[in-house]
């Protein structure tokens, strides 16, 4: 990176110095006796001014013996800035229009040149120096361009003649008492790139330097700049008075070719970071981009959710809440486990009898080794590819890793508030601002109790947290279509008295289980009293089952979203009324490669496994967002289900595509028209500021 200091001269050269010594105090001690020298060094620091590595000079035929002067100074110095200069050709006086355009163009072009020469270093423009034409030029390029700061030199009037005619070098010492006072420079203003340069619309491209040349000049030559070709100066013009067109059509185009509408506020971005954020493919390296953006889950499963660490400290606090006998006959019933590296298939039937299933969970969690768990929950069922069908266990190979979890701990009432607290931690890691939990209260004692002990220790954890940071739950009932008709029924049920007595927590309405146990349309209406009640309904559908799955959940249970629905493909018109009628599918990639199977690229057993349907479906224009399923079981986050896409994508995945399908979580989450529209306009507004600010 270079810092390059950009000026005009005319006839008064010590102005060039008198500019560098203000960025450069401790090279150039020039105001060491400034009345305001402590107020010079502040103003520097607060526009966080560095010392120039060079000077580029722009100037017009007349100005020799400044130019004289100039290189005098500069040789006065062992470890002088690199000064490169520029005369344009055919200029004097700036007498004339012919004479005023081509210095405009040098100026312009020098300073398009310096950004580009620097390498992401400083880029501070002078004010002071050359004509009046020259510095409102100056000015111009730099509210165009951008820069640093902009600096002048304020002068007393009347200098005297030993000051004006003083060699140069004085200029290299602090100026006398009597003369520093005489010269004053300041910061005029400190400007961005203008986002007219970066557009790409029309017949328009973006600004780029090589389409402008202007010859670099070797250290301390004189280079003649001949105002020839495209006319840098008149294309800004251009741009200025065309500019509302100019954004208006590039909005235009970029909504051309979107399947998806963004948050509205990134369209107030520049293009420059527009463009960067759709032609960014998501990779490995925006992991902290991710965690760090606002998202929503809306397929969570609370008993899948906790990690490993997590639920030995619910166990802890299960263990705390036993008595004594109570803990010996855990610990003498877990002894055949405890003793085992190796478990038999069938053992978390060990744990159910006698009703103390949460006591012998906490002594296995406690008293395990990590080897024993991690072998017996995650190594047995390795590799965790298309277990459905590769694994002879089937989809309880995918499910092995949540026995110690879910209801084998929360069926005791002391886990609930240690569980809530790692739930709303765990968001709060995540960078999750709204979350969808989905469970089977049913399995967890008394349903409705259950659920109200649960909301309560949700908000006693949110408690301590700052209002900008608290997560919003919400809850959805799971239905198994494994159970008896009478179960199922009464399940909704309870789901029905559940939002009447919690209607700001209780989201919707699950259908969860095997899909090959209950069509849809044989119990459809089993949910009529859900429907009376205006329950929102999502439906596990399609995922590695037949699109007549998907059809048979969205047409006999009117699902408002479908979990998973990867064969939503197969069926054209299906998935067009899924578009028609904007119906969301949850998407869990990671889950889906270890249950049905997907190629992976990062996972060499997934080689002949098909290709990840997610770009085809939102290519298509389909709602989708991504989500956990199981956080706890597949060992990852909201921000590695956004990775694991990518990679099972082909890398195809754009951080603008990421922040779409972001706001598709809100859009279709179960919060009610008027909440949702709030939150939605919190999440845009904060979305905007870190993209602004965390480029």
């Known amino acids: 990176m270079r810092n390059i200091l950009l000026c005009t001269l005319g006839a008064s050269w010590a102005v060039v110095p008198e500019v560098y ?27 966080r001014l560095a010392e120039p590595d060079e000077i580029w000079v722009c100037t017009t035929q007349g100005t020799q013996r400044s130019l004289d002067s100039l290189k005098a100074w500069i040789a006065c110095w062992p470890r002088s800035p690199i000064l490169r200069v520029w005369r344009a050709e055919s200029t004097d006086q700036l007498a004339t229009q012919q004479e005023c355009a081509a210095i405009r163009e040098l100026i312009v072009r020098a300073c398009l040149k310096a950004h580009h020469h620097s390498g992401g270093g400083q880029v ?3 004010l002071a120096g050359g004509r009046k034409t020259m510095s409102a030029d100056m000015q111009w390029a730099g509210s165009l361009l951008g820069c640093q700061a902009l600096l002048h030199v304020i002068s007393a009037d009347g200098l005297p003649k030993e000051f004006r005619e003083a060699l140069p070098s004085v200029f290299t010492q602090p100026l006398p008492p009597e003369w520093a006072a005489l010269v004053t420079p300041l910061v005029a203003g400190q400007t961005v790139r203008s986002d007219l340069l970066d557009i790409k619309v029309d017949a328009a491209e973006p600004i780029k330097t090589e389409d402008y040349p202007l010859p670099l000049p070797e250290a301390g030559q004189i280079a ?57 493919r998501l990779t490995e390296n925006h992991r902290d981009w991710l965690t760090a953006l606002p998202k929503a889950d809306l397929h969570r499963h609370l008993g899948g959710c906790l990690d490993l660490n997590a639920q030995r400290h619910v166990a802890q606090a299960i263990w705390r809440n036993l008595t004594e006998p109570e803990q010996r006959q855990a610990l003498q019933d877990c002894q055949p486990l405890l003793q085992a590296e190796t478990w038999a ?38 590799p965790r590819i298309g277990l459905k069908q590769r694994h002879e ?17 929360l069926g005791y009432p002391a886990a609930i508030a240690p569980y809530a607290q790692a739930v709303v931690d765990q968001a709060v890691a995540e960078g999750l601002a709204y979350i969808e939990l989905r469970g089977s209260p049913q399995k967890y004692g008394d349903s409705l109790t259950f659920l109200e002990s649960f909301h309560q220790a949700l908000n006693d954890s949110l408690t301590s947290l700052p209002t900008e940071k608290k997560p919003c739950f919400r809850f959805i009932i799971i239905a198994d279509r494994r159970a008896k008709e009478i179960e199922l029924a009464d399940t909704i049920r309870q789901a029905v008295i559940a939002k009447r007595r919690l209607p700001d927590f209780i989201a919707g309405l699950d259908l969860a289980g095997d899909e090959q146990q209950t069509q849809p349309e044989a119990i459809a209406h089993l949910f009529n009293p859900a429907f009376a009640e205006c329950l929102p309904i999502t439906i596990h559908a399609g995922e590695g089952e037949a699109a007549e799955s998907i059809w048979q959940a969205t047409y006999h249970l009117h699902a408002d979203r479908i979990g998973h629905g990867l064969t939503l493909n197969d069926n054209d018109k299906l998935a067009q009324r899924f578009r028609d009628r904007s119906i969301c599918l949850e998407l869990c990639p990671t889950s889906n490669r270890e249950v049905v199977g997907f190629h992976d690229p990062r996972y060499s057993e997934s080689r002949d496994c098909p290709p990840y349907p997610l770009m085809e479906l939102w290519r298509k224009g389909l709602p989708l967002t991504l989500c956990t ?14 990775l694991a896409a990518a990679a099972m994508s082909g890398y195809r995945l754009s951080q603008w595509d990421v922040l779409a399908m972001i706001k598709q979580g809100f859009v279709h989450s179960f919060l009610s028209a008027q909440h949702k529209e709030k939150l939605l306009k919190r999440i845009d507004a904060q979305l905007y500021i870190q993209l602004t600010e965390n480029p």
């Not at 266990?393 to 701990?409: C, D, H, M, V, W």
């Open 21 to 47: 010594a203000f960025l450069a105090p401790g090279k150039f001690p020039l105001y060491h006796h400034h009345p305001q020298r402590e107020k010079l060094l502040g103003l520097r620091a607060q526009y």
């Open 393 to 409: 266990k089937g989809f309880a190979a995918y499910e092995r890793p949540g026995e110690l979890t879910g209801s084998a701990l």
């Open 124 to 126: 501070v423009l002078s």
């Open 345 to 382: 298939w069938d053992w978390p039937v060990s744990l159910k009898a006698n009703g103390t299933r949460s006591h012998r969970t906490a002594a296995l969690l406690l008293h395990s080794s990590d080897q024993q768990l991690q072998h017996n929950l995650w190594y047995v069922t390795e």
């Open 629 to 642: 399923d199981n956080p706890g079981i597949s060992r990852t986050s909201l921000a590695d289900e956004y």
């Open 224 to 280: 003649t700049f001949a105002d020839s070709g495209a006319s840098l100066g008149q294309e800004l013009s251009k741009r200025e008075k065309a500019s509302s067109r100019l954004f208006g059509n590039y909005l235009q185009d970029i909504s051309r070719d979107e399947t998806h509408e963004n948050w509205r506020s990134l369209y107030r971005l520049p293009p420059r970071r527009i463009d960067q954020l759709r032609n960014s």
